[in-house]
């Protein structure tokens, strides 16, 4: 069994920065790929980056490309997400989300085996 927990969410202005941390606890993280989720009211819930348990390849909704960074520290248990330049149709419920087997970069969340209990991002305009 894997736990992870979510910090650092928050409000903040348009074009702000915000970082998000996961951390995990249990089965060994460093063997996990690792996800970021998010999911607005009314909407799906949607990919946002992924990581590869080593770190060297990251994937990215086009949404975020160029203003959110995905890295993860092994030694720390720990997967982040920077964002930058947020806007309003940022807002959202952000999951992380880990996968036993499957490589990173997959989309489809039910293909997750573990997840956090979510960490709200409040973009104002």
């Known amino acids: 069994q894997v736990q992870l927990v979510e910090f650092g969410g928050g409000l903040v202005q348009a074009g702000g920065s915000l970082r998000l941390s996961c951390a995990a606890s249990?089965?060994?993280?460093?063997?996990?790929?690792m996800g970021w989720f998010r999911q607005a009211p009314g909407k799906e819930r949607e990919f946002v980056a992924g990581?590869?348990?080593?770190?060297?390849?990251?994937y990215y909704a086009d949404s975020v490309k160029g203003r959110f960074t995905i890295s993860r520290d092994n030694a720390k248990n720990t997967v982040y997400l920077q964002m930058n330049s947020l806007k309003p149709e940022d807002t959202a419920v952000y999951y992380c989300?880990?996968?036993?087997?499957?490589?990173?970069?997959?989309?489809?969340?039910?293909?997750?085996?573990?997840w956090g209990q979510g960490t709200q991002v409040t973009v104002s305009s």
């Open positions: 989300a880990a996968n036993r087997i499957l490589p990173a970069g997959v989309v489809d969340s039910r293909r997750y085996d573990y």
């Open positions: 249990g089965r060994a993280f460093s063997s996990l790929s």
């Open positions: 990581i590869s348990w080593s770190g060297g390849a990251t």
